[in-house]
């Protein structure tokens, strides 16, 4: 069965720095891959998908993320980080794009001046 | 606006009380699921569905029912709730086109 990890429980970023969070996953083929962002009180947001092809993926506000099937990993970067993206940040995998999914346990990301 | 919407967002109820939160979608996705998330543990999949009357169990079924009559509707039953049953509940479809996961915006439950 698919897992998820994201060892990162919370992370401490300064306004204007960059941020990675990292992902993890357990699956025996290429899984779809993607990372939400959920604002506090929001609901979720998808901020970007991997599928297939290019590794390096971009999403909105600014983030990309990139596969590495070696290394079973799909971490999230953003090279300024902004006061708004203060919010909890969750990777998920899909063994098909059909709806079962799992999500990692969330990194809180917390911006500092 | 493509949307998944939930009802009601906020419920506080009685051990024992059912109740059904419904969840209904307008992009005519064929998938729809069930979440509940809680602190340190993410986002746990309940229930989900891959078509009309096609459904089968998440991760954490257990208290929970659901039925796919429609394809646009997909509501969450809780026969029996329990205390543990407290939490914030998401309602998802997606379509076989691979766009990701469309979360409705939360049901957030209280069961005293």
């Known amino acids: 069965a698919q897992s998820v990890t994201q060892p990162d429980i919370h992370i401490t970023v300064s306004e204007g720095a960059s941020l990675e969070l990292r992902c993890n996953y357990s699956?025996?083929?290429?899984?779809?891959l993607f990372w939400y962002v959920q604002s506090p009180g929001q609901g979720l947001q998808l901020l970007l998908k991997y599928f297939s092809g290019d590794t390096l993926v971009q999403g909105i506000k600014g983030f990309e993320a990139e596969f590495k099937r070696s290394q079973s990993s799909f971490n999230l970067r953003k090279p300024s980080v902004h006061w708004s993206d203060a919010a909890e940040y969750f990777c998920a995998v899909g063994t098909d794009s059909w709806g079962k999914f799992q999500f990692g346990a969330g990194t809180q990301v917390v911006v500092t001046p | 606006e493509a949307q998944v919407t939930q009802n009601p967002r906020y419920l506080i109820t009685v051990t024992g009380k059912k109740l059904t939160v419904t969840c209904s979608q307008n992009m005519n996705h064929e998938y729809m699921s069930w979440y509940r998330q809680d602190p340190g543990l993410g986002l746990r999949q309940i229930y989900y569905?891959?078509?009309?009357?096609?459904?089968d169990k998440g991760d954490v079924p257990e208290g929970y029912k659901v039925s796919r009559k429609e394809k646009r509707n997909f509501p969450l039953i809780l026969e029996s709730p329990s205390p543990n049953q407290t939490s914030l509940y998401f309602c998802a479809s997606s379509s076989s086109h691979g766009q990701g996961v469309v979360f409705g915006p939360g049901t957030r439950l209280l069961v005293l």
């Open positions: 699956y025996g083929a290429t899984p779809y």
């Open positions: 569905s891959m078509n009309v009357e096609v459904t």
